[in-house]
């Protein structure tokens, strides 16, 4: 299993790790008519082992939505920019978090891409392209079945 590497910020980027309030992008990733589930790493700081789509958090204020989609796709299961059809951006939802002691800023993003070709990357240790109303049956991040009910009428 891949360890996560030290979170070290670069010049400009907001790490909010210890921060109540956190902006992050969930997506979900859509080939024909399935999506992408990503089980996150047991090590991971956030939520480890649950299923989820691809997300990151809008860390850096001077990178649009567009941008951080892109970034967190070929990072995350190196996918190239030239595979992304399309990404539609969803209503902001706030999903409160006792454990974490969060309220997590979440903005929805559904991506259409070309292929469903895909390498993960530490984040992650498994995935499964299935359809939205299977995905639900998953143990989820909290608030990953909203984000799926933003783009499917389910």
């Known amino acids: 299993m891949a360890l996560p590497p030290k979170f070290v910020p670069r010049t400009g980027?907001?790490?909010?790790?210890?921060?109540?309030?956190?902006?992050?992008?969930?997506?979900?990733?859509?080939?024909?008519?399935?999506i992408l589930i990503v089980r996150r790493n047991p090590s991971m700081t956030f939520y480890p082992g649950v299923w989820n789509g691809i997300s990151g958090f809008l860390d850096e204020p001077d990178k649009t939505i567009e941008e951080k989609v892109k970034e967190e796709l070929r990072e995350e299961l190196s996918m190239p920019e030239e595979n992304i059809l399309s990404i539609k951006e969803g209503?902001?939802?706030?999903?409160?978090?006792?454990?974490?002691?969060?309220?997590?800023?979440?903005?929805?993003?559904?991506?259409?891409v070309e292929s469903d070709e895909l390498s993960l990357d530490w984040e992650a240790d498994q995935y499964k392209w299935v359809d939205p109303e299977t995905a639900l049956t998953f143990p989820l991040l909290p608030g990953f079945g909203d984000v799926i009910g933003t783009f499917f009428n389910i």
């Open 13 to 34: 980027q907001i790490d909010y790790t210890n921060i109540k309030r956190a902006p992050v992008i969930n997506c979900i990733v859509k080939h024909g008519e399935k």
């Open 91 to 112: 209503a902001v939802i706030e999903q409160e978090d006792p454990e974490y002691k969060k309220t997590w800023i979440v903005h929805p993003v559904l991506v259409e």
